[in-house]
């Protein structure tokens, strides 16, 4: 029996034993980086879509990674569900810190702080942090410098999105119909008076770059215009005073990269309370009503379908985003805001509208990584320097 043949026996018997088989099972496994929390305003509601989103990843596909980042910005890495407390309430959920810190490196891996020692290889990053440090380019920036592929817009599509002011008139220039607004850098530059003499009454005020309805005011007064002033100045440099429109507030979820597609189902919310508040959406049980599939003639919405395509694209979105519309009772619509990073809570639209257009939440995962994972590769093909 020549050498050659034994080491070729002894590999096959290797290969069918057991033990192997589990190794190489492991071994084929992406793994997930699940980036949660976040220093924003947003953090519960990113514990709350993280929870969410690591129920639905298929466990025979991905090793999961929970990387939740508290409020001064470190991260803390879990391997389990464990990664959070009071879990069951979304004003008192908070990350457990007890967990090893750790900080990313070229390439996608974890180092502890302490030791210095690599505790995991990320494969892909799935950034899950609303609002400011995370959902703004921030975040993207620092994947993007790892040459980590991650799931979601880029840095330009990210921060675009993120600024509501930026993002409005990208829209409106580009011939698609917005909500009317002004924007406030200084809170003593507008007056009531003016503001409503250009838009009318009431008035909607918000910080220019922040989710959820953090900071989100409705007046119709000189008093409370003020007031609200002050309230969104707390959240951000910038804040932009809106219309309020009367119309039916739809939204529709898209996703992809170059060739994106619209759910073919769209989501109405009928709030219960003045308007969709944070309270309305994450706190009250009866804040508001979610209407999937939204009731509306088939023209209008494929017409929907068309403009959120259209807006993800001019906004240079990827991977996912959410648009919101208000649509009048004429069939005319308006287009309110892009999320790029929608939540996955058990209310989230943006999971809901993709599983009833026919997509479980097991599917969305893997087709959002398969997105991030073949941007990635594109951009490895591009050249980089003066010499390639």
Request: proline content about 4%; overall charge negative; some cysteine.
């Amino acid at each position: 029996m020549s050498f050659p043949y034994i080491i070729y026996r002894l590999r096959k018997y290797i290969q069918a034993y057991p033990i192997y088989k589990n190794n190489m099972s492991s071994e084929k496994q992406i793994t997930i980086g699940l980036l949660c929390g976040g220093r924003s305003g947003e953090h519960q509601v990113s514990l709350v879509s993280a929870m969410n989103i690591q129920n639905a990843l298929d466990r025979d596909k991905y090793r999961v990674a929970i990387i939740g980042i508290d409020h001064s910005g470190l991260w803390h890495l879990s391997w389990d569900e464990g990664f959070v407390t009071n879990r069951e309430d979304i004003e008192k959920i908070a990350l457990d810190l007890s967990k090893p810190i750790v900080y990313p490196s070229f390439g996608g891996q974890l180092i502890e702080q302490t030791t210095q020692k690599c505790l995991a290889k990320i494969d892909v990053f799935f950034p899950i942090t609303h609002g400011s440090y995370g959902e703004d380019g921030t975040l993207q920036g620092i994947l993007r410098s790892l040459n980590v592929a991650y799931v979601g817009p880029d840095v330009t599509g990210s921060a675009i999105g993120m600024d509501k002011d930026v993002a409005k008139r990208l829209l409106r220039d580009s011939g698609l119909p917005i909500t009317p607004f002004m924007t406030v850098r200084n809170i003593e530059s507008i007056s009531f008076e003016e503001a409503s003499t250009h838009l009318g009454t009431p008035l909607f005020i918000k910080p220019c770059r922040l989710g959820s309805s953090l900071g989100i005011s409705k007046v119709a007064d000189q008093a409370s215009f003020e007031q609200a002033l002050k309230k969104a100045f707390q959240h951000d440099r910038k804040v932009l005073v809106e219309q309020a429109v009367n119309g039916r507030e739809i939204e529709c979820a898209v996703l992809g990269n170059d060739t994106p597609e619209a759910s073919d189902v769209l989501g109405e919310i009928v709030p219960l309370e003045e308007f969709y508040s944070y309270e309305a959406k994450y706190v009250l049980e009866d804040g508001a009503k979610l209407q999937i599939p939204a009731e509306l003639d088939p023209e209008v919405i494929e017409t929907v379908r068309q403009a959120a395509i259209s807006a993800f694209t001019i906004l240079e979105c990827e991977g996912m985003a959410r648009i919101d519309f208000f649509v009048k009772s004429n069939g005319s619509f308006l287009i309110n805001e892009i999320n790029t990073l929608p939540g996955f809570t058990n209310i989230s639209m943006y999971p809901k509208l993709w599983e009833a257009s026919g997509m479980s939440q097991s599917q969305l995962m893997d087709r959002l990584i398969t997105l991030a994972m073949e941007r990635h590769h594109k951009e490895a093909q591009l050249k980089n320097s003066a010499e390639s």
